[in-house]
């Protein structure tokens, strides 16, 4: 048997990790600079990860949610407690995707409404209703297309026309856009989209997917704009590669007994997974870690890299130039061993390194991009 095709594969292959430094078979050292899409938030390999991992799976790795299993109440009290939200409640899951498929089908449950108002460039997943919501024709199959999804610009005037037709469930919007280029909405644009949903009824859902877990420089990337969402979903550096998710639900919301479940998800593993992140980013001062070095790597690209534009906050970062940066791209992973990222606009660089990469590391990334820019874009 093969396997199926996901991703055009580069010929590397990673044996060994720690922090943000990767080893190849061929003992070949890389610096990651994109945390396999995000996910890697307290470095690869880290010591208390690894030690909450093994002792819980020398316990119990699974049994099914029929059962009291107290580490997702202590998961649940600690996320409420570093996120700031410690009224909401938490229901966990596997990924992403399935996240957000939870968070908008909840959100028709409680509002008796189908459609759903999404953004330009966005991306949610590539489950049916996620992927429906994911601007991307290509991966949405003729069975996802039959759900009612409306596409709208970061316009206000639009969104309220879209809201007085009382029909629609929910808007669900990146407060950092990952995939669509490191796009990121005004903090007013949010708190109006935010006022708008209370006052026609709509819940208003925030992918933090990508850019939540302190990636922004805050814990939730929504935070800046001072807003509180009826949903919050969570995946990628939620388990520094353990697979989970999870939405975090406003106590507005009710839900009965079997509107949402899972088998899989809030297992004993990663649950101890998630909660060895939390304490890492607690105690290792993560989020203000990344909000620093991530101003510090704004600047200097903005002074030396001859970008267009620098997009994003704290360590989720998008270079913009005005060519094509996939040679740029290629070369830093083949000349200088530097994984970095890139978006569905083939201009953007993007970055997405562990929260806790070192200056010295920033350094060695940002020598080698100035010596692959061509000399017509550098200052």
Not at 208 to 237: L, M, N, T
Not at 239 to 252: D, K
Not at 255 to 276: I, M
């Amino acid at each position: 048997m093969n396997l199926f095709n996901v991703y055009p594969l580069v010929d590397i292959t990673p044996v060994r990790a720690l922090g943000a430094t990767l080893w190849d078979d061929k003992g070949q050292q890389y610096l990651d600079f994109y945390g396999g899409h995000a996910v890697i938030s307290i470095g690869h390999s880290h010591p208390h990860y690894v030690q909450r991992l093994t002792e819980q799976l020398g316990q119990l790795g699974f049994y099914s949610n029929s059962v009291q299993i107290p580490i997702q109440r202590e998961l649940a009290a600690k996320l409420g407690e570093v996120s700031g939200y410690p009224e909401y409640a938490l229901f966990l899951c596997n990924s992403g995707a399935e996240a957000n498929e939870n968070a908008l089908k909840l959100a028709s449950f409680h509002t008796g409404r189908t459609r759903v108002l999404a953004f330009r460039g966005a991306f949610h997943g590539r489950t049916s209703g996620a992927v429906a919501a994911t601007d991307n024709p290509k991966i949405v199959a003729p069975f996802n297309a039959g759900h009612a999804v409306s596409f709208l610009d970061y316009d206000l005037a639009a969104v309220e026309t879209a809201l007085q037709a009382g029909d629609v469930c929910a808007a669900i919007i990146e407060p950092i856009q990952g995939v669509g280029g490191i796009i990121r909405p005004a903090d007013e644009f949010l708190r109006g989209l935010a006022a708008l949903c209370q006052q026609y009824g709509a819940l208003l859902i925030a992918d933090e997917v990508q850019c939540g877990y302190g990636r922004s420089g805050k814990f939730f990337a929504h935070h800046w704009a001072g807003i509180r969402p009826d949903i919050i979903s969570v995946a990628k550096g939620m388990g520094n590669g353990f697979p989970i998710g999870g939405i975090l639900i406003a106590p507005t919301l009710q839900a009965s007994y079997g509107l949402l479940g899972t088998t899989f998800g809030g297992n004993h593993l990663a649950c101890a997974a998630a909660l060895a992140v939390l304490e890492v980013i607690e105690q290792e001062h993560l989020v203000e870690h990344a909000r620093t070095l991530g101003d510090y790597l704004r600047t200097e690209l903005l002074a030396h890299a001859g970008a267009e534009e620098i997009r994003g906050r704290g360590l989720m970062l998008g270079i913009k130039y005005d060519f094509p940066v996939k040679e740029i791209r290629d070369k830093l992973l083949s000349e200088y061993r530097i994984f970095v990222g890139n978006a569905s606009d083939p201009t953007v660089l993007r970055l997405l390194p562990p929260l806790n990469i070192s200056r010295e590391e920033v350094d060695r990334f940002l020598e080698a991009l100035y010596a692959l820019v061509p000399e017509k874009a550098l200052p």
